[in-house]
């Protein structure tokens, strides 16, 4: 209880109310010792008085403010009912968090809606982190038993509890499924999913609609999940409790059957289903009872595709689930069997024998219909050792056949349930340790309460004494590790209520008793409960009214039963005959289901109990096989299992009885509180030191309050000396090694005087403040009063001196005014008479000139168009005239080129050559000499001509002399010009140079004028036509950025496709290799889990077989259950398989031994290995079957050309001469014409040339293959055939680390590809090939054997590059591409043979090594990324300015992180790890734009790991926690900046944390904030922003929570702005971003330029 000094004035206390169970209220004066009477004020503004007697009896108090929505209730600073209640509620309705922790418990409310909280991300962000720094959540309970056992190698048990509809199945489930992803996702086992796979199947058979909930378990089950040595799951087994059987016979209104019924009769039209003769439910009497048999949003036939699908997963075979469907379909059709009653009195029936309910119900079991119909109407009895036949009452034989029905839906239950637990059970090894899920119903209490709801309170009784004595055994743990001195805390004990019902001739004793009474009743069994318990127990009592009913006193509230029906309940009875029959069913699971009981005794004619067969002669013995003893047992066995583990509490509360999400109803939910436990666990704590606090934590925050201490060197000395003056009574706290603890309230006493401390000295500091500002303010007013007297004076001055001064001007201005006022109306008028005459004048002369412009334009426009007609014209008809030249020429030419290849085709033609060569020579012989002679001739008469020429010449000479003197003689004799001649001469010049410079000055002006108006024109041409192509360039990129976008997001989602399923085949090549080499283990090894490691040794680099690489189809197997083990994780298709494969026939008839398959172990390896050998022997006869063909072809063509040449010999000789000078000549061109190339300085025609000249003089000699010219090439690595495996090891598979290190980057690519440049120069294309696959598949295997080493990977990761770029630079559709492209570049000589498969798979490789390397960083990271980026403090003394009032109660369990492992997990160690990465690319000389994507990456996965962990927790949500997260990101900036990796995408990675931090803070009060926010956070979702907002938790007093009205208004101001984000509230960590590999020519790669050393030991390779 609290103490009385804190009901003070304004203090918030809790009282009673009818509708809302408490309701809060204020207290209106102080409260002193002996008043009868507290002034409350309540919420409405009335004011009441509230009755106290004692103390004892004052109101609860409020908790402060700052604890408004706590985690865990055990933080609380008031443990009490109302504390509890209310601050579920503001969790549940404000802040939508259905988790709340309770001590060791998991409060969970149904929220009735599905929330976006349970997906892989979240697994991600649990997973590994500590339960005390999470949110409440079902994964962080599951992730706390997790490690602890792996931790502490220790059981553990989930306990799962609470009404019906409140939510336990889907906990159970979401359990299960975390542990499944945690605990499987690295074996890539199908353990897992079959764990999975088994909730649909028990939900379909176990679960019904009830009117509490559409999907309620009717059974209780504890699922053990159990682990590996190494934390995976290797099986599971189930038990179930208390199966409901008598819902198959009876539902109450707006209830359901099992679901499994709805989904059969759902699905009738199923072709497979057709045969179960089934009809809508409605007309069936089991499944109609209850008048509702659809459940809204519930798809019957989808949920049976999942439960078949289930099944399959689990072994079960089609056959046997139509089986099991047959007996499901088989119990409703006898749910209809018409039982008419006959007789006087009705003490006899009987079944019409065509009755076609009956016949559908023999058919489907395989029953004869006749004894079917006898014995549900009849039974046996042995009286005095006879046998007689006892007809049935109408009431007696259905009841008969209800028990019937629920016999056999009961075996079948049992039969599922062993099953599953066949197919869960562990193969490879036994488990070490489990995880027990328990979902098992709650405390139930109805109107009427009968058996079942016996057997679950009294299951309820044994589970709340187990956690009661489990939770003070944790309460005294705590007091024991802190050495305090304790007392015994007492409890509210539960075992005299379990005793009365399990002890000695207590309840069940005597049920049972009476059960095994031949008469006995059920109103027998209520008289002896009476005489027994009823004055000598306090947990019994008996109604007034009523002498068929009892009351038991459970702890969490009183309960009536009626006695009626218990005693055939507990008997559960079913008689022998019609079991007998079941037993002879000619379906062999039938005839299984009722053959397990009867192995152990005779049969007689008595009833058994839980719906067995026992004999007469045993009766004695089988009555204790009661359903009560049986599930005492089964209960015991349970309570057994669960002290054995360490257990974890979950309590599911339903919140309304409506199944309206987040309303909440106060009344349900604390009786639910009080039934489950959660306030007895309240109660404990209260009862104890509920607040502890580390003395570090209470000395920052109680600091005002230790006088004279200001040093912190021994806090626990100081706690010790001053909390004694704080608090007088001792036992109201205690002093432990590390935590001081307090009793309930005593927090809120040192809040009190913390509150006044600060209080006091706020009054003192406004004090002074208000002084110092009241003299400041006196200061001002003296100087500002003294300033405006100044200035006042000098303005009046002023004033007098300025009105002199005006009247002084205005004459003076009057004067002036008028003066110029006349002036500028004469002025202006003369102005306009000279304007008016220039326009006159100047409209007339413009007027002539544009007549006269106009007639010439349209002259000239004239001619111009006539002009352009005829050109068109004209260039019509020749491009159509040369396009039919073109035409005709191509197909001649076409025509001659289709004769020529026929001819170069025919031997005949090549004969009819070689004859017609010697013709030829002999002509070219004649013409040869002809030409001599014609050239001698021709030299004569060019030497003639010659003479005669320069003999003309020395003629023409001397008659030019002879002119030039006679010229010179007329020159002298010529007759004088008179001067008056000259002159008049002069003068005329002159007038005509006159008139032609004013016709030129004219002409220049009106050139001028025209000049201008053709620029205008010209400009506003221009201006138009700039303006179309700019719109039309606009349109136009639009269109394409658009059409480009759309391209490049396909483009990255096929990528991003593509790299997902090599990542995939990636990792089920490994999972091939894994169980490769457990196969090659021995038996021992590989049962005790040992797992391969990766050999050092080297391995075989053989080029493999055709099929070696990837399998060409499925496997074959053995089974039919082999092929359903596989197909649960194989990328093949699942499809049936052939029960016996024809693969031994086939191995028979190619001759291949079955030796070697003993050797391995496992049926999969060796079908796999025995199909690979197979098709290796049929590729092996193939192979050899060509060859024989090969050569004869071959030695048939060697006769025949060897014959041509016999023939032929004497012309051979002579075409062989002839042909090398053709060939000299070609040469000779080929030289002429490089040269030429290289002065155009183009690249093309060179290296066409280059290459090709072999291969036409190869085709042109095809008789002669010694004489084919081969391009030299040097500079290359020579690898002999025998040397390649000796390669491939040296370089890439047994290079030790320190030497690969130690080369230039791609320095093992460039020696790789000189061998095979080599090797396709040499023609041996086959050699190239097996050398680039054997190439690739070395490098595949060095990336597994080096899967955690940075260094190596870059390494390799850049040889896979370097070698792709090289292949691609020399492959010959590059070659030509760059050779179309022109350029000045150096010759580059493709390769011969096409290598382009080899580089895509070069191309996958690089994809596999970047994604390695992304997988060794973020293994590396993912440890310290919250902890550095979310937790550590790199601004100092920022977070431990303030501490909030919480109660430091950490969570039983938890594995809190190690002191040192906060310093070691800093900012320094994310940078370290990314400078390693960063260090390992630069070192081998990576592109700085895949450094960008890898950058990219990792920064996605800071962000989203750093944001997710921060939504989801509530502690680290607070102003000075977003501050360090801005630093911490700052140093990520300027880090990735100053390695220039910023821009490629890590700083939109990094977008959302930063505005997260941001969001931290800014200011949220005002709408103005809220469009602030929604402005700054455009890169977070709506969800995120809202829950940051939500879980926003001030540090100290002086912060304010964020109102819900603000969180209104923002969401208002999200919906506009949330289209462009999806609706998430966690980023996919997983995501992974397509990688783009730029493709870099390589410099020229020569031998002589590689300093190979000689620790490689590769000197067996020749330079060539």
């Avoid at 299951?459 to 802190?482: D, I, S, T």
């Avoid at 005239?881 to 001649?892: I, M, T």
């Avoid at 990456?1497 to 502690?1515: E, G, V, Y």
């Avoid at 992974?1632 to 330029?1649: C, H, K, N, R, W």
Wanted: glycine share 6%.
């Amino acid at each position: 209880m609290a103490t009385p000094e804190l009901y003070t004035k304004g203090a918030s206390v809790w009282v009673p109310d009818p509708e809302e169970v408490w309701v809060c209220t204020q207290l209106q004066k102080d409260y002193r010792p002996g008043d009868q009477q507290l002034t409350l004020l309540l919420s409405d503004g009335r004011e009441v008085q509230y009755p106290v007697a004692p103390p004892a009896a004052l109101p609860p108090l409020r908790n402060p403010d700052i604890l408004e929505g706590e985690n865990d209730l055990t933080a609380l600073s008031f443990l009490h009912e109302p504390a509890v209640l209310h601050n579920l509620r503001v969790r549940f309705l404000h802040y939508n968090s259905i988790y709340t922790y309770c001590g060791i418990v998991l409060v969970a409310l149904n929220p009735y809606e599905e929330l976006p909280i349970y997906g892989e991300e979240v697994i991600d962000v649990y997973s590994g982190q500590d339960m005390a720094d999470m949110d409440p959540h079902i994964f962080s309970l599951a992730e706390d038993a997790y490690r602890t056992m792996i931790r502490e190698e220790k059981n553990q048990s989930i306990i799962i509890s609470g009404e019906s509809g409140s939510g336990k199945t889907v906990s159970a489930k979401f359990t299960m499924r975390y542990f499944a992803v945690v605990g499987g996702a690295a074996q890539q086992t199908s353990v897992e999913e079959k764990v999975l796979a088994s909730n649909p199947i028990m939900e379909a058979i176990g679960n019904a609609k009830t009117i509490r909930n559409d999907n309620s378990s009717r059974f209780g089950k504890y699922i053990e999940i159990g682990f590996g040595s190494k934390g995976d799951i290797i099986g599971a087994n189930m038990r179930t409790y208390l199966l409901e059987k008598s819902r198959v016979v009876f539902q109450a209104p707006k209830e359901r059957n099992y679901h499994i019924f709805y989904q059969l009769c759902a699905s009738r039209e199923l072709p497979e289903m057709r045969a179960l003769k089934l009809s809508s439910a409605e007309n069936f009497r089991y499944t109609s009872q209850g008048k509702d048999i659809n459940i809204p949003g519930t798809d019957d036939v989808m949920e049976l595709e999942n439960t078949r699908n289930a099944l399959t997963i689990l072994g079960v075979q089609p056959d046997q689930q139509m089986e099991l469907f047959r007996i499901l379909a088989a119990v409703l059709h006898l749910g209809n069997v018409n039982i008419q009653a006959s007789g006087r009195g009705g003490d006899r029936s009987y079944i019409n024998g065509d009755d076609g309910f009956l016949v559908v119900f023999s058919k489907l079991m395989g029953v004869e219909g006749s004894q079917m119909a006898h014995w549900l109407c009849h039974q046996r009895l042995a009286v005095g050792g006879e046998m007689l036949v006892k007809p049935m009452s109408g009431q007696q034989a259905n009841d008969a056949r209800d028990a019937l029905a629920k016999h056999i839906y009961g075996q079948l239950f049992t039969w599922i349930v062993q099953r599953l637990n066949s197919a869960l059970r562990a193969q490879r090894e036994q488990p070490k340790t489990f995880i027990g899920v328990l979902d098992i119903y709650g405390f139930e209490t109805f109107d009427r309460n009968s058996f079942e709801q016996f057997c679950i309170n009294y299951a309820n009784e044994k589970l709340q004494q187990q956690f009661n004595r489990h939770v003070f055994q944790l309460e005294q743990e705590e007091y024991v590790r802190e050495e305090l001195p304790w007392n015994r805390i007492e409890f509210s004990d539960n075992q005299p209520c379990i005793t009365l019902i399990e002890g000695s001739l207590g309840l069940l004793d005597l049920l049972d008793e009476e059960c095994r009474v031949p008469k006995g009743s059920d109103e027998n069994w209520a008289r002896k409960l009476y005489d027994q318990h009823l004055n000598n127990s306090h947990n019994f009592r008996k109604p007034r009214m009523s002498n068929s009913a009892f009351i038991i006193l459970h702890f969490a509230d009183m309960v009536q039963y009626e006695c009626v029906g218990f005693l055939d309940k507990n008997r559960d009875t079913v008689f022998e005959e019609p079991i007998n029959i079941m037993r002879a069913s000619q379906s062999d699971l039938v005839a299984e289901l009722f053959q397990q009981q009867s192995a152990g005794g005779s049969i007689s004619a008595s009833s058994v109990p839980n719906g067995g067969v026992r004999s007469g002669k045993r009766a004695h013995r089988e009555h204790k096989l009661t359903v009560g003893f049986q599930f005492r047992q089964s209960l015991q066995l349970l309570m057994d299992t669960l002290n054995s583990t360490t257990p974890h509490y979950v309590r599911c509360i339903k919140p309304n009885d409506l199944k309206k999400s987040f309303m909440f109803d106060p009344k349900r939910a604390v009786q639910q509180l009080r039934a489950c436990g959660v306030l007895e666990t309240v109660r404990i704590s209260a009862a104890g030191y509920p607040s502890r606090w580390t003395y570090e934590e209470f000395f920052g925050r109680y600091r005002v309050l230790l006088r004279g201490y200001s040093a912190q060197e021994d806090l626990r000395v100081s706690c010790q000396n001053t909390i004694p003056a704080l608090i007088l009574d001792p036992d109201q706290y205690c002093f432990g090694k590390t935590k001081v603890f307090f009793r309930a309230g005593q927090v809120a006493v040192l809040e009190k005087l913390r509150a006044e401390r600060l209080r006091a000295a706020g009054v003192l500091i406004q004090s002074w403040v208000r002084g110092w500002m009241q003299r400041r303010w006196y200061q001002q007013l003296r100087r500002s009063t003294l300033t405006l007297q100044r200035y006042t004076r000098g303005a009046l001055a002023r004033r007098l001196a300025w009105t002199l001064r005006y009247t002084r001007a205005a004459l003076i201005i009057q004067k002036t005014f008028r003066m110029v006022m006349v002036r500028q109306l004469f002025i202006s008028i003369r102005e306009a008479t000279i304007t008016i005459q220039a326009f006159a004048r100047g409209m007339q002369a413009r007027h002539a000139y544009r007549v006269l412009v106009a007639e010439r334009a349209a002259v000239r426009l004239q001619a111009w168009v006539r002009c352009c007609l005829t050109r068109r014209w004209f260039r019509r008809v020749r491009a159509a005239v040369v396009l039919l030249q073109c035409c005709v020429r191509r197909k001649a030419a076409r025509r001659e080129l289709r004769r020529l290849r026929a001819e170069a085709r025919s031997v005949e033609k090549y004969r009819e050559l070689n004859k017609g060569m010697e013709v030829k020579l002999m002509q070219l012989q004649l013409r040869a000499d002809q030409q001599a002679r014609e050239s001698a001739s021709l030299r004569e008469a060019l030497r003639a001509e010659r003479e005669s020429n320069s003999s003309e010449q020395e003629q023409l000479r001397s008659a030019l002399h002879k002119l030039q003197k006679q010229l010179q003689e007329q020159s002298h004799t010529a007759p004088t010009v008179t001067a008056k001649q000259e002159e008049e001469r002069r003068r005329a010049e002159e007038r005509a140079a006159q008139e032609i410079h004013q016709l030129s000055q004219e002409m220049e002006a009106l050139k001028v004028e025209r000049d201008s108006l053709e620029k205008e024109r010209d400009e506003l041409t221009t201006r138009l036509q700039e303006q179309e192509k700019k719109a039309q360039e606009e349109s136009r990129q639009q269109s394409q950025a658009q059409a480009g976008a759309a391209v490049q997001a396909e483009l990255e989602e096929e990528r991003r496709r593509y790299q997902g399923l090599l990542r995939e085949f990636t990792r089920l090549e490994q999972r091939y290799d894994n169980l490769r080499d457990m196969s090659m283990l021995p038996t021992a090894e590989r049962w005790r889990g040992h797992r391969r490691t990766d050999s050092t040794q080297s391995v075989s680099l053989e080029p493999p077989s055709p099929i070696s690489p990837a399998f060409s189809g499925p496997p074959d197997f053995s089974s039919a259950e082999d092929g359903r083990r596989i197909s649960v994780t194989s990328p093949f298709d699942r499809r049936p398989w052939n029960p016996e494969p024809p693969l031994n026939a086939l191995m028979e008839d190619l001759g291949v031994p079955k030796a070697t398959a003993e050797k391995m172990q496992g049926e999969d390896l060796r079908h796999a290995y025995d199909a690979v050998r197979v098709a290796n022997k049929f590729l092996e006869r193939q192979l050899v079957t060509q060859r024989a063909e090969l050569e004869q072809e071959k030695d048939a063509l060697v006769l025949q050309l060897q014959e041509v040449q016999r023939r032929d010999a004497p012309a051979s000789k002579a075409l062989k001469d002839l042909m090398d000078q053709m060939e000299v000549q070609e040469q000779e061109c080929r030289r002429l014409r490089r040269e030429l190339k290289e002065m155009k300085h183009t690249v093309s025609l060179r290296k066409i040339l280059s290459y090709a000249g072999p291969a036409v003089s190869a085709s042109q000699e095809p008789l002669s293959p010694s004489t084919q010219p081969i391009p030299t090439l040097a500079g290359l690595l020579e690898c002999r055939k025998k040397d390649e495996n000796r390669l491939i090891k040296n370089l890439i598979t047994d290079v030790r680390t320190e030497v690969a290190l130690s080369l230039d980057p791609g320095m093992a690519a460039r020696l790789l590809f000189l061998c095979v440049r080599q090797a396709d120069f040499s023609r041996d294309h086959t050699r190239a090939r097996g050398l680039c696959v054997a190439v690739v598949t070395a490098f595949k295997t060095t990336l597994k054997k080096h899967t955690g080493d940075l260094d190596m990977t870059a390494l390799w990761l850049k040889n896979a590059c370097v070698l792709k770029d090289l292949l691609t630079q020399h492959s010959p559709t590059q070659v030509q591409t760059s050779g179309e492209e022109g350029g000045g570049g150096e010759e580059v000589l493709p390769l011969q043979v096409e290598l382009r498969e080899q580089i895509r798979t070069l191309g996958d490789v690089c994809i596999q090594a970047y994604q390695q390397l992304l997988s060794i960083s973020e293994s590396r990271l993912h440890p310290i990324i919250v902890p550095a980026i979310l937790e550590s403090e790199t601004i100092p003394g920022l977070s431990g300015a303030v501490v909030k009032l919480v109660g430091s109660r950490k969570r039983a369990g938890s594995d809190p992180r190690p002191a040192g492992s906060t310093e070691a997990a800093s900012m320094a160690a994310v940078l370290k790890e990314l400078g390693a990465l960063h260090s390992a690319l630069e070192r081998q000389g990576l592109p700085l734009t895949l450094m960008e994507q890898i950058f990219r990456q990792l920064a996605h996965l800071l962000a989203a790991s750093t944001l997710n962990s921060l939504l989801l927790r509530k502690d680290m949500c607070c102003c000075n926690r977003g501050l360090q997260i801005r630093y911490n990101v700052s140093l990520l900036e300027e880090w990735l900046r100053s390695r220039g990796v910023w821009s490629g995408g890590a700083a939109a990675s990094l977008e959302p944390l930063i505005q997260a931090a941001q969001l931290l803070q800014m200011s949220k009060k005002t709408e103005a904030d809220g469009q602030a926010i929604v402005q700054t956070c455009n890169a977070m979702s709506s969800q995120q922003i809202v829950k940051i907002l939500t879980q926003y938790t001030p540090q100290s007093d002086l912060e304010e929570r964020v109102t819900l009205n603000f969180i209104r208004i923002t969401q208002g101001l999200l919906k506009g702005c949330s289209d462009g984000h999806p609706p998430q509230l966690l980023l996919d960590v997983r995501r992974v971003f397509p990688v783009t590999f730029p493709y870099l020519p390589p410099l020229p790669v020569s031998a002589e330029q590689l300093d190979i050393p000689e620790s490689l030991k590769i000197s067996f390779l020749r330079r060539v």
